[in-house]
Every structure is written in C-alpha cells, then in structure tokens.
C-alpha cells in the first residue's frame, strides 16, 4: 500500500505504513537480516482526547505514530476538527526539541498527508504526570524541569530574543492552527459560562454552582479580558494544552508530549495551565483516599511544586533575559533602556503581569474542567459523587476567586495560603 492519499490506520496497516518509510525502517532495523520485520507488535494506546497513538515495536526498538483524524476522538465525527492539527504538533516539537532537547520527544517523520508524526517512545517507567499524581508520586526533579521547559521556550520565541520582523515570521508559521484555537476559545472562555449541550459536572450537587458561573457578572468580566489576551496576544510560541496529561515523568525524567494546540499566544496560558492543573490534583487528593490523611505529606509536595515551579521559572527566565538583553530582542532596545533601574523596573513589570496572566488562565482552565466538556481523571476517578463534588467545589471556589482577584496576588506563596484555606 503507498499512502498516497489520507487513510485512518489501524494496527495492521501501521506496520504496512512503517514498512514503506525508510527512516521507520531503518529505526526499526527492518532490512536488516533476522526476523525484525516478522516480529512486529502493534499496540492502540492512545488515552487522550483527541487522536490515535499506536506503539509499534520489535525486538530492537519502539516507535510511537500518533495520527490525527478529522475529529475528536472523544466525542466521534460530530464534533469536526481539522486534522491539520498534526502539522502544527509536528512543528512545535521540532521547535521546542531545538529549545529545549532533554524535555520534548525526537521526531523522526511527519507526514502532512497521512497526518501522521513518528516520535520516539517514552519507556516505562514513564507515565503520563496526572496518573502519577493520582497515585500519589512524587518527582522531586518536575519542577526545575518544567521551570527549564517553559523558561527556554517561551523566552526564546518572545520578543525578548527575535528581532520584531523574525517575530512576525514567527508567528506567521503557526497561525494556520486557528481552528484549534478557536476551540480552546469555545471550550475555555465561553462554554462554561453558558449553557451549551456540551457542558456537564456533577449533578445535582454542583448543579446551583454551575448556574451561578453563568449569573457571576465579575467572573464573566475577567474571562472576557483572558479570552482577547488569548485571541490577540502573540507572545511567544506556547505549547497550549499544557496540563498534566501532557507532561510524562520519570525520577529523572520530565518529557512534554502534545503541542498540537500551539501558536504565539499570551505565555501565561502555559503556565496558568500547568499550575492550575497542579491545583486541581491538589483538591482531588481527599476524593482519592478513605482518610484525607493518608495524602497529607502528598498535598505539601504538590504545594511546594506549585511553587518552585514558578519561583524557578521565574529566575530561569530572567536569568535568560539579562544573558541576552544586548542580543537582538526589540522589545527593550538597549539604547532606550540604557540604566540598571529602568532594567529592574522593566523586568519587575513584565513578570508580575505575567503572573497575574498565569494565574487567571490557570483558574480558567480549572473552571472548564470542572463545568466544561472535557473533565480530569483527578476527578472522575473519584467514585462516589459527593465526594467529588465535595472536592470539586473547593477548586472550583479557589479558580473563581483566583480569576476575580489574581491582581490583588503578589507572589506564589500568597497563592499556595490561599489555596490551604479552601
Ligand atoms: P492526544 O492528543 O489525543 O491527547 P497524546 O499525544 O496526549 O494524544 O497521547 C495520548 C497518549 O499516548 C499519552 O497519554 C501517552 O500515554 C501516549 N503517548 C503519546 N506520546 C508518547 C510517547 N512519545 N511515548 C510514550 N507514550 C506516548
Ligand atoms: C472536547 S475538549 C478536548 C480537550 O482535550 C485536549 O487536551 C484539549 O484540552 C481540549 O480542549
Ligand atoms: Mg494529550
Ligand atoms: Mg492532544
């Protein structure tokens, strides 16, 4: 078969596919002499939302093909979505892979017309972060990986280090993912503040908290604030989907898998993402243990992880700025900002912005985890609904103050006592 057009594989013709790519081939020693072709496996293991991921492997090597089909995979054919998506993950790898190598899987083939990217295989004992924070795992390294990833690439594709004109080139790669976009803006920042058939949560214990999001004048203010940020601001290539399903941990080991949602938008939509989806592992601790004590300890790492993950991030990335602030970046010409104090109070400005832009996209996208189409496994592992709900309510009640009052928030450690008195 030569895969000259689109065609939905499955586990048999994946490895037809394989078989008819050099470079697969070769990965796989497949020409070599022995039984490697023979001895193929092929295994469906995608768990996300959205496409198929098969894990093809022999007795030398494992390959993972993830393939986007013109939907989403969790709700079927009636919820179109361009499989083009695959060419924007395809890119965003390759670019965050040259930012950022220890923390992003090596591709090895993309093909636009088969949607369809070959990657290296994350091993066991890689698992995917939400998992391991719902078993209660700690990684004592996440957070200066994490702080290094989002550092790295979201100061290297900003205007801090590109000149205005490469900016705009820039951005003009990846301003095809518009669609992709446009559903993170329907899921995010408009559906949980409305009634839509899509919307659900655990009924009917947050029934009356769900309406009161679509009544709440203040919060619906601020998500219209966030919503523009995402829509107009193109600072800095983000990976946009940077929960803790896109994120697979070892002891030693961070990897971020997934940026098929990526393009220049506000930074702090990856931060707030991954913060936010911290906290929500922080609320559904008690859901998930008989006596709320059994995870006391777990609760305080995933509050100093909430914090050292900004607090390094925080340094990295100024850390970045001062190395290259008389590199090409426009943002602060030297010329203009030519004295230690308008460098301070230039930084200081950015970064609190910048947190308090984390800090209302995070609370948003734990809202829409909580009321919005696509829940967490945080949560709906917890079997018995009051519970969840229980649990639930308490994230839900901390995004909205979050998102109401985020520019009253001067640091992380104000946040993590917040976050202790719900
Ligand atoms: P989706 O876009 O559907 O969310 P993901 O890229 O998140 O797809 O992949 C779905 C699942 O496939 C992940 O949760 C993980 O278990 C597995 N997976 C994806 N990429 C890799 C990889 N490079 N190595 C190992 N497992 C992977
Ligand atoms: C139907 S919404 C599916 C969600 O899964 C992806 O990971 C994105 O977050 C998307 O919004
Ligand atoms: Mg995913
Ligand atoms: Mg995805």
Redesign the pocket.
């Given at each position: 078969m030569a895969f000259l057009e689109f065609t939905r594989l499955d586990e048999r013709s994946v490895i037809e596919y394989v078989k008819s790519v050099a470079a697969l081939s070769s990965i796989l020693k497949l020409d070599d002499e022995g039984d490697a072709a023979e001895k193929l496996t092929v295994k469906e293991?995608?768990?996300?939302?959205?496409?198929f991921?098969f894990?093809v492997t022999n007795s030398v090597h494992s390959v993972?093909m993830?393939q986007s089909l013109p939907y989403i995979?969790c709700i079927g054919e009636s919820w179109p979505l361009t499989k083009d998506r695959a060419y924007f993950e395809a890119m965003a790898l390759e670019e965050q892979g040259r930012i950022a190598p220890h923390h992003v899987?090596q591709v090895y083939h993309f093909d636009p017309t088969m949607s369809l990217i070959a990657?290296?295989?994350?091993?066991p004992p890689?698992i995917?972060l939400r998992k391991a924070l719902i078993a209660g795992i700690q990684y004592p390294l996440l957070a200066r990986h994490i702080a290094h990833f989002m550092a790295n690439t979201l100061f290297f594709t900003s205007l801090l280090f590109h000149s205005t004109l490469d900016h705009k080139r820039q951005v003009a790669k990846f301003c095809g993912n518009a669609a992709l976009c446009r559903h993170t803006e329907q899921v995010v920042f408009s559906d949980p503040y409305q009634i839509s058939q899509y919307n659900h949560w655990t009924s009917p214990y947050l029934d009356p908290d769900a309406e009161a999001l679509r009544h709440d004048n203040l919060l619906k203010l601020e998500i219209a604030i966030l919503k523009s940020k995402f829509s107009e601001q193109a600072q800095a290539l983000i990976h946009g989907d940077l929960h803790t399903?896109?994120v697979?941990v070892t002891p030693e080991s961070t990897?971020v898998?997934?940026p098929?949602f990526a393009f220049y938008g506000p930074m702090g939509y990856d931060i707030g993402a991954f913060l936010g989806n911290l906290m929500l592992a922080f609320f559904a601790q008690d859901g998930l243990v008989d006596q709320p004590d059994h995870r006391k300890a777990y609760k305080e790492w995933i509050l100093e992880t909430i914090e050292d993950t900004w607090n390094l991030f925080y340094k990295n990335f100024v850390a970045l700025w001062d190395e290259h602030r008389n590199g090409a970046g426009e943002a602060y010409l030297p010329a203009v900002y030519n004295n230690p104090e308008v460098q301070l109070l230039a930084q200081k400005r950015y970064m609190a912005e910048l947190f308090h832009d984390s800090l209302g996209f995070g609370a948003a996208k734990m809202i829409r985890r909580i009321v919005g189409v696509a829940h967490v496994e945080d949560f709906e592992s917890i079997t018995d609904a009051a519970k969840r709900a229980s649990c639930e309510r308490k994230a839900l009640n901390l995004a909205k103050m979050l998102l109401k009052d985020r520019a009253k928030f001067e640091g992380i450690a104000q946040i993590v006592s917040a976050i202790r008195q719900f």
């Open positions: 293991i995608g768990d996300g939302n959205l496409n991921v894990l993972i993830k995979r899987p990657m290296r295989y994350l091993p890689h995917i399903s896109s697979m990897q898998i997934d098929e």
